[in-house]
């Protein structure tokens, strides 16, 4: 969320990434991170640390589908992974 609203702001105004980040937060659930995560993180045979923790999170939460540009990084998690673009394609 903090990486949205700075592009969001930089490109067009606070206020304009203020109203995207609520749009969000009425969209998607939020996942805490804590120490025990960060742990279950490290298991996750994903070489980067990021998709690895974002992996076991949304694991851990049961979601329906992860949300990242990056689909490759996510192999064999078992749940489905889409690019933002595909997410909002499908949504419409």
Do not use: H, W
């Not at 949304?58 to 949300?67: C, E, F, Q, Y």
Request: a negative charge; proline letters at 3%.
């Amino acid at each position: 969320m903090t990486d949205i609203f700075y592009v969001a702001k930089k490109k067009l105004s606070t206020p304009v990434a203020r109203q995207a980040i609520e749009n969000l937060l009425y969209l998607f659930n939020v996942v805490g991170v804590d120490y025990e995560d960060l742990r279950g993180a490290l298991s996750i045979p994903i070489d980067d640390f990021e998709d690895a923790l974002q992996a076991y999170c949304a694991v851990k939460v049961k979601t329906d589908v992860l949300v990242t540009r990056d689909v490759g990084g996510f192999k064999g998690i078992g749940m489905a992974v889409v690019t933002p673009v595909d997410f909002v394609e499908e949504a419409e």
